[in-house]
């Protein structure tokens, strides 16, 4: 069975640009979630979606970040424009019943904004 | 305000004794605890849990143990193996359908040989 797809793994890109992380999450899988992972820290959860719907949404910063999984399958995190603090790491992962517990982790994007 | 703690940023431990991960939380409602292992370059991936009506659990060579009143956890690796090396994330939760957990900052454990 495959994993959690992230792409791109890395993407380096200067201040003010936009960027963008795909996540294809495992068949079958009905929630999704988007975590967010600064150096020496524990994952945050900046979105978490059941099917196409986002059910918690309260960590995303919306003035710059946007999520959307249309079909409720693969799922896009945006930032637009980037800023020097959102050098991190991506991670997205998914479950099949909402328990988190079984939540598969993918490799994750790691971002540098210069 | 970090709801779970993981005070020691790393650890090292001979192969063959036993390693032991700290974990304080500070949520009383949190009733439900995982414990994450990350290599580096890869996703975390799930190691063991517990839950509040418990106060041990165990898993081949993994042994959580949960001591509510005190807010703390701590996972045991007997024995320890160089393949163990990863960082380590304690996760709690409460329990249920929807819940979303709250990572620690992680502990990076080195095994020697």
């Known amino acids: 069975e495959a994993g959690v797809v992230q792409s791109p793994r890395y993407k380096i890109i200067e201040k003010k640009q936009p960027v963008a992380f795909w996540c294809n999450p495992i068949?079958?899988?009905?929630?999704l979630y988007w975590y967010l992972q600064n150096l020496g820290q524990g994952p945050e959860l900046l979105i978490r979606?059941?099917?196409?719907?986002?059910?918690?949404d309260s960590q995303l910063p919306k003035d710059r970040f946007s999520a959307e999984r249309l079909k409720g399958v693969d799922s896009t995190l945006k930032i637009q424009p980037a800023e020097l603090g959102d050098s991190a790491v991506y991670l997205c992962?998914?479950?099949?019943?909402?328990?988190?517990?079984?939540?598969?982790f993918g490799p994750g994007t790691r971002l540098t904004v210069l | 305000d970090q709801q779970v703690k993981q005070n020691s940023p790393s650890l090292s431990v001979q192969e063959g004794r036993i390693s032991i991960l700290n974990c304080d939380y500070t949520?009383?409602?949190?009733?439900?605890f995982l414990w994450y292992k990350k290599y580096p370059a890869e996703g975390p991936t799930f190691l063991i849990s517990?839950?509040?009506i418990k106060d041990k659990n165990e898993d081949g060579r993994f042994t959580v143990f949960l001591n509510k009143s005190a807010k703390h956890l701590s996972l045991h690796i007997v024995p320890s193996q160089p393949g163990d090396s990863a960082v380590y994330f304690c996760?709690?939760?409460?329990w249920g359908y929807g819940q979303n957990f709250v990572f620690g900052p992680g502990t990076r454990l080195s095994v020697l040989p």
């Open positions: 979606y059941e099917n196409e719907e986002a059910v918690d």
């Open positions: 992962a998914s479950s099949s019943l909402g328990f988190a517990d079984t939540q598969y």
């Open positions: 949520n009383s409602m949190f009733d439900y």
């Open positions: 996760a709690a939760s409460r």
């Open positions: 517990i839950s509040s």
């Open positions: 068949s079958g899988h009905n929630t």
